[in-house]
């Protein structure tokens, strides 16, 4: 695309055909025609079309300033003028009296790339006087013509637009930046200029002088992804000077645009709420961790890159410069599972130098974003209760309690993860002992068995950055849990408690044949005992069977497979014989 240069105000060299009209013209006699071929004089032109184009936007009127090639022939095809021998175009206003008048009349009604054959009768061409040394008196004059271009000085810029994106989210505007693609040719269809085979776009600001003024004029008011025809009348172009070799001077031209995109050095990110869920209670503020999907496009339509592509999300933390300004600015205030547009001018983007081969330089770039979910390092569990049981709660789960619970768990997106429903059974857990993830573990807490409650897990409360079997990375988590049942459960370490006091000859009730020795037979039968009498109980959540082996090994000290009267000790009693020791 050539750039706005300051007009020329030469004057042409007109042709010799043309420069001679004026001394000659009133000596043209009108009765000293020649025969026509046929044999009879000539009163008229006579007009061949013997090539019309298909299409005809616009034909000859008198004031029309006319660009056009010939050749001049007697009636025996003898040459006597050539506008090809000289490389240079007649350039000229038709019908003010500047040509013959042959010529005037054969030119009107002609459409571009039309061919004409003109037969002149002398007393329209150069009379009974002719012109010394080229023309004799009296001649009849052949020209074959062809027009190549045709504009007045009323014109305007002629834009058609040939497609139009249903979706226009702004229109050019003076002062915008644009970037387009462009084939550019002289009316007659001859190319002199695209961008397509410098591998880029055309980039300049519009109405700012750095175009010529009808493309100034012609790219107002179109859409990114519009084609548009734009026709330039020469006064609007490169006017009597041309541009070097490729446009002539005083050529209308025609320039087929195909928009990319547009913006302005004042523009904002632009946000468009695609999708709005309901019971949006939170939305995103600068320091959240943010997971979303997203698909990036050129403002043309043109994919750059796309999570989906990856099958997995975006990760990062929010207004904090991990990601460009706009996408920083266009994040906040989203909802969880929002879909929105976000629209980032270039200076708020990758700037003038764009990056990879993918995103070229002064791109606008869209964003359509699906927000998976965000939380804040700082976030606690969120819960909120479902359902209570009709009938009055004494009792709720509490740190050490050995519980059954029911769950679903999903991703916030509704994902679905794991269930207990699937194995046919609760899930068991006593609350603090580090077998769930801490966000369970505190979310359990102070239910009533029969209540269900949602629970929101954040990631540094469930599986972390690096996520777990089944869970991506940096996932808030979503529980809905019901309280199957609750037991109180044992002081850590122990195995075993007493509901009252151990009876006072523990060894002697223990040895049940009283030998002096209590092998593991007697051992269970006495725990099973005090258990099914309700003097004590087993840490719950375990195997019985399990729990009395691992005490009575606890308790055979020398692991000779009995317990002794020595070896046998309350926990409590171990717990301050430690104490003495440390002190």
């Not at 000293?32 to 013997?50: H, K, Q, T």
């Not at 397509?196 to 776009?201: A, D, E, I, L, V």
């Not at 001018?345 to 974003?369: C, M, Q, R, W």
């Not at 850590?492 to 030998?515: I, S």
Request: with cysteine.
């Amino acid at each position: 695309m050539f750039r706005a240069g300051r007009p020329s105000h030469t004057v042409l060299r007109l042709p010799l055909l043309q420069s001679l009209l004026l001394l000659l013209l009133q000596a043209v006699g009108r009765g000293l025609s020649r025969a026509s071929p046929a044999g009879s004089p000539l009163e008229d032109v006579v007009i061949e079309r013997y090539h019309i184009p298909r299409a005809c936007p616009r034909e000859v009127q008198m004031g029309d300033f006319v660009r056009y090639h010939y050749n001049g022939t007697f009636e025996d095809g003898k040459k006597f003028d050539s506008s090809y021998d000289r490389h240079t175009l007649v350039a000229i206003v038709v019908g003010v009296g500047r040509l013959i008048t042959g010529m005037d009349r054969g030119l009107m009604g002609m459409c571009v790339n039309e061919r004409r054959r003109l037969i002149v009768p002398p007393h329209l061409g150069y009379g009974s006087i002719g012109v010394a040394g080229l023309i004799p008196p009296d001649a009849t004059l052949y020209f074959d013509v062809v027009l190549l271009d045709v504009w007045n000085k009323a014109d305007t810029v002629q834009v058609s637009t040939l497609l139009r994106p249903p979706h226009c989210p702004r229109m050019v505007q003076d002062s915008d930046f644009v970037r387009y693609h462009y084939n550019g040719t002289l009316l007659d269809g001859t190319a002199f200029d695209t961008s397509y085979n410098r591998g880029g776009t055309y980039d300049t600001y519009v109405g700012s002088g750095w175009l010529i003024k009808g493309m100034d004029q012609g790219l107002l008011g179109m859409c990114p992804g519009e084609r548009r025809k734009i026709v330039i009348p020469p006064f609007l172009a490169y006017g009597e000077k041309g541009y070097g070799t490729v446009i002539p001077p005083q050529a209308s031209l025609v320039f087929h645009v195909l928009l990319i995109d547009v913006h302005n050095p004042k523009d904002t990110v632009q946000l468009e709420t695609l999708e709005l869920p309901p019971g949006c209670v939170r939305r995103a503020v600068a320091g959240d961790f943010m997971r979303y999907h997203y698909n990036g496009s050129l403002m043309d339509g043109t994919l750059f890159d796309s999570s989906y592509s990856r099958n997995r999300t975006y990760n990062t933390y929010v207004g904090q410069g991990y990601v460009v300004p706009g996408m920083d600015q266009g994040l906040q205030g989203s909802c969880m599972g929002e879909r929105r547009r976000i629209t980032i001018p270039p200076h708020l983007a990758y700037g003038e130098n764009g990056t990879g081969d993918k995103i070229p330089g002064s791109a606008v770039l869209i964003f359509d974003v699906h927000i998976i979910d965000f939380h804040n390092p700082a976030d606690p569990v969120e819960v909120k209760t479902l359902s209570r049981p009709p009938e009055t709660c004494n009792e709720t789960a509490k740190l050490g309690d050995f519980v059954r619970y029911h769950y679903n768990c999903s991703l916030l997106d509704g994902t679905k993860l794991f269930s207990s429903h699937d194995y046919g059974a609760p899930q068991e857990a006593t609350l603090g002992a580090h077998k769930v993830i801490e966000g369970l573990d505190t979310g359990l807490q102070g239910m009533c068995v029969g209540e269900r409650r949602q629970l929101v897990v954040p990631p540094h409360l469930a599986h972390g950055e690096s996520g777990a079997r089944g869970v991506p990375g940096s996932a808030v988590l979503l529980f809905e849990v019901e309280l199957v049942s609750r037991e109180d459960g044992l002081p850590t370490g122990y195995l075993f408690v007493w509901h009252e006091d151990p009876p006072a000859n523990l060894f002697e009730d223990m040895d049940l044949n009283k030998d002096g020795e209590v092998p593991p037979e007697e051992f269970s039968t006495f725990i099973k005992a005090q258990v099914s009498e309700g003097k004590g109980r087993l840490l719950p959540g375990q195997d019985p069977e399990k729990t009395i082996g691992d005490m009575f090994q606890n308790q055979d000290r020398n692991q000779d497979g009995n317990i002794t009267a020595e070896e046998l000790k309350l926990k409590s009693d171990e717990d301050q014989e430690r104490v003495h020791e440390e002190l």
